[in-house]
């Protein structure tokens, strides 16, 4: 039986945090689905689309990782894709409440699905989608706390904009 595991979120965009868990649930798990989240209630910077082009450029060369879009019920998606284990990162003590949350909501929608947590490396606890789309509407760079390809896709999208 493959061990295929969902790391859902809304990647706006992917970070160097989000491909440190990632990367490391490469380890533990068989298959690896990146799931991007339409969430169109967040309001994202970045569309669907574009979103699940940065999150595949960022993991073409992970072997065991495949990127697909969503918009319906997580434990839904989950089911479709045969994947009974959901991966989620925690940064900090202030992640943990919003997680434990929708880990339980997740479970109360569909007890067979476990959710399981990993911590980012120390160099990449401080880095959220968040933080990267401040710095950018600011005008600063964020290449640091991107991978390569995701960083260029972003620049030549805020060009465009210009």
Avoid: W
């Avoid at 490391?24 to 689905?33: G, P, S």
């Avoid at 689309?49 to 989950?78: P, Q, T, W």
């Avoid at 925690?90 to 992640?95: F, H, M």
């Amino acid at each position: 039986m493959i061990r295929r595991v969902i790391y859902p979120g809304t990647f706006d965009p992917i970070t160097n945090g989000h491909m440190d868990i990632v990367i490391r649930a490469t380890h533990l798990f068989d298959e690896v689905i990146v799931a991007v989240a339409s969430s169109n209630e967040k309001g994202p910077m970045f569309s669907h689309e574009k979103r699940i082009a940065m999150a595949k450029a960022a993991c073409r060369d992970l072997e065991k990782v495949r990127v697909l879009g969503f918009s319906n019920l997580l434990v839904e998606f989950c089911k479709s894709c045969e994947a009974s284990i959901i991966i989620r990162g925690l940064r900090a003590v202030s992640d943990f409440e919003y997680e434990l949350q929708m880990g339980y909501a997740n479970a109360s929608l569909d007890p067979t699905i476990e959710t399981v947590y990993l911590m980012p490396s120390l160099e990449n606890a401080f880095i959220s989608s968040s933080v990267v789309r401040s710095i950018l509407k600011h005008g600063a760079s964020c290449r640091h706390l991107l991978p390569t390809a995701v960083n260029k896709m972003v620049e030549s999208s805020l060009e465009r904009k210009e």
